[in-house]
C-alpha cells in the first residue's frame, strides 16, 4: 500500500517539502490545474509535474481529474 496526499499544484498552501515531513506518506496525487476544460494534456506538462513532485522526494502516484468537457458528459451532439 502506498500512502498518498493530495497537492494541488504550484499554487496549493501546502508546500511539498511540507507534505513530504508527513510520516508515512511517499506519495502525491495531482492533475494539471492551468488547462482549461476540454483541452488535451500535453505529455511535457505531466513529465515537469512528474519531476517537480520527484525534485521534493516524492513519487506522482495518481493523476486525477483529466479535464473531461462538460458535452461529453452530458451527452450533447457537439461531444
Known sequence: MHTTFRWFGETDPIPLGHIR??????????ALYDIEVGEAWQRDSLERLAATVDQAGLRLEVIESIPVHEDIKLGRPTR
Open 21 to 30: 515531513q508527513i510520516p508515512g506518506v511517499n506519495g502525491i496525487v495531482s
